[in-house]
């Protein structure tokens, strides 16, 4: 489907007229709306609902680019807005603190055209898929809340309401199945090929920018693979395969694949399990797979070079595992946003969690019988599953 760009708004954000005027010209040859912005508190006072994305700089006269994403980041209405960072910058240390910002891409300076380019049509292709997706459930909630007397229908009208309901259900399934199958090819070729050119590489800002490209697509796999295990889940073609292990396998496995993640905020595990020899009965990749984003989420709340508290206890016949972090917490808005989420029973509504790690988080522990409870705690937030427990597990 050829997308209008005429339908969609970009802010840019820089301190310099020159950029300013070079990028404005570049997008709007190629049919963009345009907006500009020359400081971080005029980037916060102009966004609105009709901002499609924001290309920012990170260096500003007054806000630095990357606070002014994190106040972007804590705004829910902007949650999907995407921010591609500007930057002559190509450290390191930028590149994550922007990443861990919410940023979605980076882009250096002096620009290239096409790169420029293919890197804002790429985020224009998510806006428009996530705005197809949105207009196909509110279509589909249209239908389920139309309120009619049934038994003034005829039989073909009920079959046809049935029909487009399915038929709504059926493409939202099957765009995120052939988005995110077809996707899995392609980045395993990029992850394998990144790998040996960076072996190959002696240049210091070549070594920085394969790096970057490499924590890209690993973000980026990991999304994928949450995705597809997520619909495996939901069409009931996953079902748990239950059998005995040890929960430290589990923990240490769970650990294990945020290692990255945690070695690049320097963050430290204080891990506490009593007894030490606890089994359980479950799907293990299933619930590696659910930990490792609970795991993965504490860190991104965590300040660097502090630590997570994971512990794992057996009370009152249930198998308990918390993950603690230090934080700032929840806001409230988002705290009850998690909650009715993790409470809600109808499957639909799964659909509108706060993201992919808490949904496939909740499928996992639901498909275990399991609760989840997510809070504030003293300087920071914890993520408590717990199961049914047997002794003789």
Known sequence: MMINKCDYHILIVDDLGKNLQVLGSLLRDEGYKISFASSGEETLAVLSDKIDMVLLDVMLPDI?????????RSNEKYKNLPVVFLTAKVDKDTV?????????DYITKPFNRQ???????????????????????????????????????????????????EQLEIAKSDFIDMVTRELKKPLSGVIG??????????????????AYLQMSVARLKRLVDAAILITELRSGERTPALKKFPVND???????????????????????????????????????AALTKIVNNAVAASPRAKTINFVVFIEDRRLFIKVKDFGAGFSM????QINEFVHAKKKGNQAMGPGLGMLLTKLV???????LLIDNDYKGATVSISFPYQKNE
């Not at 239908?143 to 039989?155: C, F, G, L, P, T």
């Not at 240490?252 to 070695?263: C, D, F, W």
């Open 193 to 210: 090929f990144a790998d040996i050119v960076q072996e190959t590489l002696t240049n210091e800002d070549q070594n920085t920018a394969v």
């Open 115 to 165: 790169e420029l380019l293919a890197r804002v049509q790429t985020q224009i292709f998510w806006i428009d898929r996530l705005r197809t997706l949105s207009i196909e459930n509110k279509e589909l909630k249209k239908i389920q809340a139309k309120d009619v007397d049934k038994s003034r229908m005829s039989q073909d009208v009920l079959n046809e309401l049935g029909l487009q309901m």
């Open 333 to 336: 808005r988002k705290l009850k």
């Open 365 to 371: 522990i639901d498909a275990h019988r399991g609760d």
């Open 250 to 288: 589990l923990i240490n496995r769970s650990l294990y694949e945020s290692q990255v993640i945690r070695n690049e905020k320097k963050v430290f595990i204080n891990k506490r399990i009593n007894p030490k020899n606890i089994e359980f009965i479950g799907d293990e990749e299933l619930l590696v």
């Open 64 to 72: 630095d680019g990357i606070e002014v994403c994190k106040r972007i």
């Open 96 to 104: 994550l603190k922007g990443l861990e910002a919410g940023g979605n």
